[in-house]
């Protein structure tokens, strides 16, 4: 069987990388599989490009044009919506040729244009993988506090001056409207939360969702050797504080929820707890940090997979304290590694944590909470009642790549044999 996985990226982004780890696992059970991607930066054997970068230029940035003419102007907020009206011609890309299925992934951005996928669909069976709100909303990734979403769009909060009845957000989701019935087009959502958002969507709501999670090495996060704490800048293990891990590609991005965790950390030193802080991923703005109570430290964008893997190993807390996430990858490493995850119950995370027994959720966004959720863990794992293997198998049951290989391979039965 030849699988073609389509993404924009290859490593850059949480969902390339898990596509990346969903082709690997799907060609370790024994699927011909190869990942089409339009900006390549890895050197795996089974990552092919899409075009040349030049040719992805071009649907790029008219996508990025249209976008602009659509918002008033405004280049605060060029890149967080997308309307898949331009693309790169992957239909005759010789991979997406030969598949036997299409699995589409996260390809925004000038690589598949809403046109192409139905014209693909036409030809094959085509599995859409939803990383985020995008497929069921019509321009954004994550509505926020809007829910035109349940009714037909329009009047996007993306759009500032320009939003109307029938603005640009109407108009894709409209697009997407006519698109969606064909019988060759499967929907695949990475969480129970994200099955729930399509429900109150009308693009979606007729449809069967399909909730597979993304693929993760979980041996790989509790398989040495590590960099040591020197190595990576963290303090020394004399210091007796527990660290708390938060990473994310950019910390600061509102979605995150930073100040809110600054206030829990915040709320941990004021009742005399003994925890150090580590965060790792980019911010913008640097004085983010500054009303961080305690000592802390922050290590920049880490991209090794070494250094990643270490940073888990020496934490024993992983903290997220997002708005909102569909199935939060740092949760999922960090408990692989033995770690105690704690985060806001807003998204995927209960695919993820049991509350109590692998995990605290807390209600957002009540950083309080948040807080305790550290002190309940650390209680717990000092008087036995959670231990890093038992953190370990619980994501390993859930999360490990032959399992969500053979969930892939089953459906591929179902849809080849419909």
């Known amino acids: 069987m030849k699988v073609a996985l389509l993404s924009t990226n290859d490593i850059t982004g949480g969902a390339a990388i898990v596509t990346l780890r969903l082709t690997r696992a799907l060609r370790q059970a024994g699927v011909d599989a190869v990942m089409v991607a339009a900006r390549t930066a890895s050197d795996s ?14 649907p790029f ?8 003419l659509n918002n008033g102007l405004n280049r605060r907020d060029l890149f967080k919506v997308d309307t898949a009206s331009f693309g790169l011609p992957l239909w005759r890309h010789r991979a997406v040729r030969q598949a036997d299925i299409v699995i589409v992934s996260w390809v925004n951005q000038g690589m598949l244009s809403l046109d192409t996928l139905l014209r693909i669909a036409r030809q094959k069976p085509v599995i859409i993988v939803m990383h985020d709100m995008w497929w069921l909303t ?16 329009g009047h996007c909060p993306m759009l500032g001056d320009n939003a109307s009845t029938f603005d640009l957000s109407r108009r894709i989701w409209q697009k997407k409207k006519e698109i969606y019935p064909n019988p060759n087009i499967h929907f695949v959502a990475v969480s129970s939360w994200l099955a729930e958002k399509c429900a109150e969507s009308p693009l979606l709501a007729d449809r069967e969702i ?16 590590f960099l040591s704490r020197s190595e990576l800048g ?14 994310a ?12 965790a600054v206030k829990a950390l915040n709320e941990l030193e004021e009742q005399g707890n003994n925890y150090h802080p580590v965060f790792f991923g980019a911010l913008k703005d640097q004085s983010a940090l500054d009303d961080l109570a305690m000592p802390f430290t922050w290590l920049g964008p880490v991209s090794d997979p070494q250094a990643v893997r270490s940073l888990y190993h020496h934490a024993r807390f992983v903290m997220s304290s997002s708005l909102y ?6 949760l999922i490493e960090g408990q692989a590694s033995g770690c105690w995850p704690v985060s806001f119950d807003r998204g995927g995370q209960r695919d993820i944590i049991t509350q109590g027994e692998t995990g605290w959720l807390a209600p957002y966004p009540d950083f309080r909470e948040l807080a305790r959720g550290v002190m309940e863990g650390e209680m717990r794992m000092h ?10 198998e619980s994501v390993a049951a859930k999360f490990s790549e032959h399992s969500v290989a053979q969930r892939y391979r089953d459906l591929f039965k179902v849809i080849l044999n419909e």
């Open 138 to 153: 019509g321009i954004c990734h994550h509505s926020g506090d809007c829910t035109a979403y349940r009714s037909s769009c």
């Open 45 to 58: 054997p089974y990552v092919i490009r899409a075009a040349g970068s030049l040719r992805h230029k071009a």
């Open 249 to 260: 590609a950019r910390l600061d991005d509102p979605i995150k929820g930073l100040p809110l």
């Open 325 to 330: 996430e569909t199935l939060p990858t740092t």
């Open 210 to 225: 399909h909730v597979i999670p993304n693929a993760f090495p979980v041996e790989e996060f509790n398989r040495g050797p």
């Open 61 to 68: 940035l008219a996508e990025r044009l249209q976008i602009f």
């Open 383 to 392: 008087f036995g009642k959670v231990t890093p293997a038992r953190l370990r």
């Open 234 to 247: 963290l303090p020394q293990e004399e210091d007796n504080r527990d660290i708390i891990l938060m990473g």
